[in-house]
């Protein structure tokens, strides 16, 4: 006697963008890639992992409202801002607790540098 259905609730792997992708994918459910560029569409909900390696960053699509959800992330984009907002696009920004989760923009400044190095 069946007394429910039941529902199997899958995440598309292609709701991930992979920082990390050596040759990431032309598109994705929510986002597309061209020119070191992930760029985020309306009504997207994407998550966000791995540490990329050679200036990749994200951009939100002009008039778009979006989710991103940085789990375990290291974006790094020497010339450009690791995270665009194009005119009128609205993001949620989710940093899930106990994650690992990073953005930085442009070349540190000297007094930067020296930090790191004392860090180290």
Not at 14 to 25: K, R, Y
Not at 35 to 57: D, K, L
Request: with cysteine.
């Amino acid at each position: 006697m069946l007394l429910g259905t039941f529902f199997a609730v899958q995440v598309s792997a292609t709701t991930i963008i992979n920082m990390a992708d050596a040759t990431p994918p032309a598109s994705g459910t929510g986002w597309t890639y061209a020119s070191s560029i992930y760029t985020i569409s309306n009504g997207a909900n994407v998550t966000v992992t791995g540490t990329n390696a050679s200036n990749r960053r994200i951009a939100v699509a002009a008039n778009a409202t979006a989710t991103i959800t940085l789990n375990n992330a290291v974006i790094v984009c020497a010339s450009q801002n690791s995270l665009l907002l194009n005119k009128d696009s609205k993001v949620t920004l989710i940093l899930p607790d106990g994650t690992n989760k990073e953005m930085r923009s442009g070349s540190p400044s000297p007094q930067d540098r020296r930090a790191v190095r004392r860090k180290l």
